[in-house]
């Protein structure tokens, strides 16, 4: 009984672990643009929508050939700010 005990909470300690170091790359596209770029990619100043990398992929956007996002870079996947919504001209 103490064994099991024993491994269940190996278990469930390795994926905890595993579930903080895994996280889900955002990068950004627009409404017209083909490809998704990093966040401060110079290309893409305004109008830009955050999604995941995976996301991004299944929508059929490409890796920016400036900025070169990619799969090796993880960054924590958030819902979209304020800075991150297009700005808005006034008069």
Known sequence: MKK????TFAFLLL???????V???TVYVTEKGKN???KNCSIVNEGKKGMEL???KKAGYSAC??????????????KADAADK????TK
């Open 4 to 7: 099991n005990n024993i491994i």
């Open 15 to 21: 994926f905890g672990l595993m579930s903080h170091f």
């Open 23 to 25: 996280s889900a790359q």
């Open 36 to 38: 998704y770029h990093k």
């Open 54 to 56: 995976a996301e991004a």
């Open 65 to 78: 050939a400036n900025c070169k996002p990619n799969d090796k870079e993880t960054t924590p996947a958030k």
């Open 86 to 89: 297009p700005k808005v001209k």
